[in-house]
């Protein structure tokens, strides 16, 4: 995409199930965006670049997701002041790359979400991106809207026809 605005990386093709969903919801409130696979570990100076060129090639957010040991994230972070927001990307039981994620030291701030939660990573991105440029917030107000339209029009319908109906669909 020209002029990606939101830099969505990843560790690992393996990874892209989950972070599929940050181009997705970008791609819905037409954000444009780039996706790339950047490992901190096997790739460490690509990574290096990617995060240290991404301003000055007009990437205003970055969005990056990694599971394991996940260095991805707050490694970027330290590479670069642009804003990052990290997906933890849980496969196993364990949490390990929650943790690592949030353990990040005083000075370097990086937006951890919940595990998985590559939809609301692009949403803060939106948030942030919606700050300077008017269009895009009213786009994101209509989102809230229709949001809070859907569940008042769910409850009407639990109230007029019982909660079955909901549940039989
Ligand atoms: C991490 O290691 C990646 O983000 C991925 O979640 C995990 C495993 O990578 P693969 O072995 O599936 O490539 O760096």
């Given amino acids: 995409m020209s002029n990606p605005l939101v830099g969505i990386i990843m560790g690992s093709d393996s990874d892209l199930d989950i972070m599929s969903a940050a181009a997705k919801t970008l791609d819905e409130f037409g954000v444009a965006n780039e996706v790339r696979i950047v490992s901190a570990h096997r790739t460490p100076d690509e990574m290096a670049d990617y995060a240290k060129s991404a301003e000055e090639r007009g990437i205003k957010v970055i969005i990056a997701g990694a599971g ?31 943790w690592s994620n949030i353990k990040m030291p005083p000075g370097i701030p990086l937006a951890t979400m919940p595990e998985n939660s590559a939809r609301n990573g692009a949403l803060l991105a939106v948030r942030i991106l919606a700050l300077n440029d008017p269009q895009l917030a009213r786009k994101y107000s209509d989102f809230v809207a229709k949001q809070r339209d859907e569940v008042l029009d769910k409850d009407a319908q639990l109230q007029s026809k019982g909660w079955e109906s909901i549940l039989n669909g």
């Fill in 68 to 98: 394991g040991s996940a260095h991805l994230p707050g490694m970027t972070a330290s590479e670069t002041t642009l804003p990052v927001i990290a997906i933890p990307i849980r496969k196993s039981e364990s949490h390990e790359a929650f």
